[in-house]
């Protein structure tokens, strides 16, 4: 279960004190009700559509978002999508309300820019904070560790209030190989890794 706005894999970048907030549907109600969203007659508040893409990771999820939502009165329509097609319609159109989406982390915490920079490329809330901005940008062009650590603990502490988005896993992954198989991405302590094997080799 996700807790923050970075993933703990990459311990000296990620901020503890920067949660997510926890499942309160009493406080959830009363926020609702202080924004003037009050229950109707059919007791939903309003209605959104849930897009997600294949799969039953996906389908399950949605599921459990739309059961949740729906104990605080709003009232969730799920549509499934094919990759392509989900492509098309949140990732280049924007055409939807809400939606479920994975990434990875790493290997360096600058790759928060794509997430939650302006004009990110899978920035699909539309998210655009000048200070975030400013922040991603000094972060990424300076070398020193404690100060690029102060720095996305700051982002992170900014997003936590801001909420562009909700993180919900941390998704771990089980790789399976033969002892004499060395220097793969994931075996680097502290990093996360792409999926780049160009130094991975068979010492046999």
């Known amino acids: 279960v996700a807790e923050g706005f970075y993933t703990p894999a990459i311990p000296w970048a990620y901020n503890p004190n920067a949660k997510i907030p926890e499942y309160n549907p009493e406080l959830a109600e009363k926020l609702l009700d202080e924004a003037g969203y009050p229950r109707k007659e059919d007791g939903y508040r ?42 098309e319609k949140v990732l280049k159109a924007g055409d939807f309300d809400l939606t479920v989406l994975d990434g990875f982390q790493g290997p360096d915490p600058d790759n928060l820019k794509i997430r939650v920079g302006t004009g990110g490329d899978v920035n699909v809330m539309g998210y655009s904070s000048k200070e975030v901005d400013d922040l ?7 070398s020193d560790k404690e100060k690029r650590r102060e720095l996305y603990f700051k982002i992170q502490e900014i997003l936590a209030e801001d909420l562009p988005i909700y993180p919900i896993a941390e998704v771990m992954y089980t790789y399976v190989h033969r002892d004499y198989v060395k220097g793969l991405p994931y075996q680097m302590a502290g990093v996360v890794a792409y999926n780049n094997y160009a130094k991975t080799w068979l010492d046999k």
């Open 46 to 87: 309003f209605e959104v559509t849930l897009v997600y893409f294949q799969g039953q990771e996906w389908r399950d999820m949605s599921t459990i978002i739309k059961e949740q939502l729906d104990k605080v009165g709003i009232k969730v329509k799920l549509e499934e999508y094919e990759i392509a097609a989900y492509i």
């Open 136 to 142: 991603l940008e000094k972060a990424g062009s300076i």
